[in-house]
């Protein structure tokens, strides 16, 4: 790898996690702000304008509050856990293409921090290794409701990482790959992988709202049976942190399910901009560009939508989460994977 | 056993048709009820900046009134503090001397006169026990929030209405 390859990758690394953090950050006023709108209130509005500057004043407060330890607890693990979750939150973007390559003085460059050929599995070993986060906290906090949330948390992803995995068979099956990268091209223009997998989907984001513990599947850290489950004995920026973590995830569960399903990058009358262009890299560059914002506003609308929900439905109760990933989304996703490949052999059986 | 009025109805337990039982069309039906609210016009008001529209007879913060030539009316007849339920009202009368006619309008005025704000109820039975038209509920303004207990009792200096400047000249 040449140097400038090497400082080229290093921006772009620190950018994608300032914006990564940054998402997270106005993750929460949005999160308030779209709570307060379904609910007919105006939400936060008094941190300058419009309440902008909300998320920088939690963030003081959260600062500058006691960084509380309890005495019985594992006070190594205790400080470990809500680091791990936050480490593994950030790492978990490196590989998704969040655009096509830029041409900068004949050098070509691609908008993805990493590309591996097993960009699905980083994503997917990264992700579930989050749980280890909350684990720990919940454990070190040597306190029951803490460890109830992070018994919680721990079998509800196993189970529903199950079925998200076999809800992504499928799509392995239909490109061939398991690199990010490549998955996106495949879905040039608007060829995007929803019209082939609208069942895969379904499961595929039910399984990412209980991945990222968020409503209804909030069981980890329902307040109101566990007063806070995992996170009960945190406070301050250790609990910040926590709550960081969650919408870093919400963020890159976003990220992947635009790349897998909704064409990443991609748009309709994509070629019809290239080609309208007469300057090759140009036009090269203004496609990478559009292409980049229309994947940001994918990401946003399912960072939407995941708000929307958790306003929407109430809590499942442990059982019926239980019964809805083991006995609905499993065998649901196996018979996605079988109509996959019977329609791949009918598919080559007729052309 | 046998009902008691003939209003009971008797239900059947329908089974669940597939819809029902999917669950999705329900989700997506809720959803379009708070997409709905999330347009809705907002029932906030900002509160220092707008306020409630107050009724006309609305009862608020106590005003001791001057006359037309910005004498005090208030005469300490203490009628005030007897009509009183809450007891919130305290007064100390005093005769008026030669050379402040302009300031008091009978002989005998209030020296002191105190409103407890927080025990008073706003019943407005001041208002109508008073014979010189003396004291007021105004419609425009309420007691605000305060830390001390003391800042509460309200005395002259923030009860008696200011003088016109414009009219004493």
């Known amino acids: 790898m040449e140097s400038v390859d090497l400082i080229y990758k290093a921006i772009y690394i620190l950018v994608i996690f300032g914006i990564t953090l940054l998402i997270a950050t106005y993750s929460t006023y949005f999160e308030r702000k779209i709570a307060a709108f379904i609910q007919d209130r105006v939400g936060p509005n008094r941190a300058g304008p419009l309440g902008l500057l909300q998320p920088l004043a939690d963030a003081g407060k959260l600062f500058f509050k006691e960084d509380f330890i309890p005495a019985k607890s594992n006070k190594a693990l205790f400080i470990i856990g809500p680091g791990i979750a936050m480490l593994v939150a950030t790492m978990s973007s490196a590989v998704i293409p969040f655009g096509d390559s830029l041409i900068i003085g004949g050098h070509e460059i691609f908008l993805q921090a990493i590309e591996v050929n097993i960009g699905v599995l980083y994503v997917f070993g990264v992700v579930s290794l989050g749980v280890y986060g909350l684990m720990i906290g919940g454990w070190a906090s040597n306190n029951k409701f803490s460890l109830l949330g992070a018994i919680r948390a721990a079998s509800q992803n196993i189970s529903y990482e199950l079925a998200m995995g076999l809800s992504l068979i499928a799509i392995l099956m239909m490109t061939g790959t398991l690199s990010l990268r490549e998955i996106a091209e495949q879905q040039q223009g608007f060829n995007w992988n929803i019209w082939y997998q609208p069942l895969g989907f379904i499961i595929f984001l039910v399984c990412a709202f209980a991945e990222t513990n968020r409503t209804p599947f909030d069981l980890p850290e329902s307040e109101a049976e566990l007063i806070g489950g995992y996170h009960t004995e945190y406070g301050s920026m250790k609990l910040g942190m926590y709550l960081f973590a969650e919408y870093i995830n919400i963020f890159v569960a976003s990220a992947v399910m635009a790349t897998l399903y909704f064409g990443a990058y991609n748009f309709p009358f994509m070629e019809n901009l290239r080609s309208a262009i007469s300057d090759p890299v140009l036009a090269n560059n203004v496609v990478t560009l559009v292409g980049v914002g229309v994947m940001f506003a994918k990401i946003f609308l399912f960072i939407f939508f995941f708000m929307w929900v958790r306003w929407t439905l109430p809590r499942f109760r442990y059982d019926q989460l239980m019964k809805l990933g083991w006995q609905i989304l499993i065998p649901l996703a196996i018979l996605n994977i079988m109509l996959t490949g019977g329609g791949i052999l009918l598919k080559e059986y007729l052309f | ?169």
């Open chain 2, 1 to 169: 056993m046998e009902p008691l009025t003939n209003r009971s109805k008797k239900l059947e337990k329908k089974e669940m048709t597939f819809a029902e039982r999917a669950y999705l069309p329900a989700i997506a039906q809720g959803l379009g009820i708070t997409l709905k609210h999330f347009f809705k016009k907002k029932a906030t008001i900002q509160y220092p900046e707008q306020t409630r529209q107050r009724s006309d007879v609305w009862r608020g913060l106590h005003v001791l009134k001057r006359d037309e030539e910005g004498r005090e009316r208030c005469t300490a007849c203490g009628l005030c503090a007897v009509a009183c339920p809450a007891e919130a009202i305290t007064m100390v009368a005093g005769e008026r001397k030669a050379g402040e006619e302009h300031l008091y309008r009978e002989e005998k005025y209030a020296v002191t006169y105190e409103v407890n704000m927080l025990r008073c109820i706003f019943c407005g039975l001041c208002e109508e026990a008073c014979p010189k038209a003396a004291i007021f509920l105004q419609d425009d303004k309420i007691a605000p929030a305060r830390y001390e207990r003391d800042e509460f009792i309200y005395g002259k200096d923030r009860l008696v209405e200011p003088l016109k400047t414009t009219e004493t000249k």
